[in-house]
């Protein structure tokens, strides 16, 4: 039987790395799907384990065969998944989530209706900003535009399936749960 795909967005310091590890740490049947990147592989990153690994070229070329469901350029680099290997992953009776930001989310539930996508928002956005400001690793140039593109993905978040708000990070893991064990039953 085929399983559903997941596809889990949040904005940026709202907390969903963490929400998502403590899933798969949970449940150890789902893994994480795998991207494709132009980026360079840095230290201790293995090809098909972090990232599939393309050159450019290799990538545009995907692009044109249209391989792949979604594709996005950050910081000269580009990301994308391929259809192929979600497919695959999902007639091999395996659960999968995928993790994008929201654009690509989006362009995903176009092309497979049957996605389920989940946001993991901020408890409040003056939260997330607090948590932005708290890293200390940004000017506020980049904290500015952080949370414009924070505006911007809650406004597509009423496009989702599901929204769990993570002001606690246990409660967002279990409602995850809840939410997957749900969508499980309805394949």
Known sequence: MKKKLFVLSGSS???KGTVISGFLKRNP??????SCTTRKMRPGEADGINYFYLTREEFEQSVKNGEFLE???FAQNLYGTKRAF?????????????????IGALK???QMPEAVLIFIAPPSFEEL????????TEDEATIQKRLSEVRAEIERSKNYDYII????VETAISTLEKIIKDEAKNV
């Open 71 to 73: 594709w996005a350029e």
């Open 29 to 34: 049947n789902f893994s994480l799907s795998i």
């Open 165 to 168: 708000v993570n002001d606690e």
């Open 108 to 110: 995903v539930k176009e």
């Open 86 to 102: 979600v497919e695959k992953c999902l007639d091999n009776n395996k659960d999968l989530i995928l993790e994008l930001e929201t």
């Open 13 to 15: 310091g709202v907390g």
């Open 129 to 136: 900003e607090q948590r932005l400001r708290g890293r200390h």
